[in-house]
């Protein structure tokens, strides 16, 4: 019997992200069915921002070191982060 929280594929991915406001993934890299967590590693220095366009930092979610985020979009390049500073900070995401 098949369960509506399974998945058939999931892809993991991380990225590197400064103060200029990105999309976390190339549009057209994964078709989702439930959605996407994105992590900033625990070793980032300073604060990341998830937005839903390429706005400021301060209209975005922010994600402290350590903190994640569960977004239920079916495509992660509707997905925009930017850094706090130029300092490259990390996010891991999972797309499933």
Known sequence: MRSETVVSEFQTQQKQV???PVRLALAGSFKCT???RVKA???N???VWV???NQLATHGFELQPGDEVFIPVDQPEKIWVVAE???AQTLAFLMA
């Open 41 to 43: 590693l625990k070793g």
């Open 45 to 47: 220095t300073k604060k």
């Open 51 to 53: 937005c839903n366009t």
């Open 18 to 20: 400064t103060n200029t």
């Open 85 to 87: 500073t130029a300092d």
């Open 34 to 36: 439930h959605g996407v």
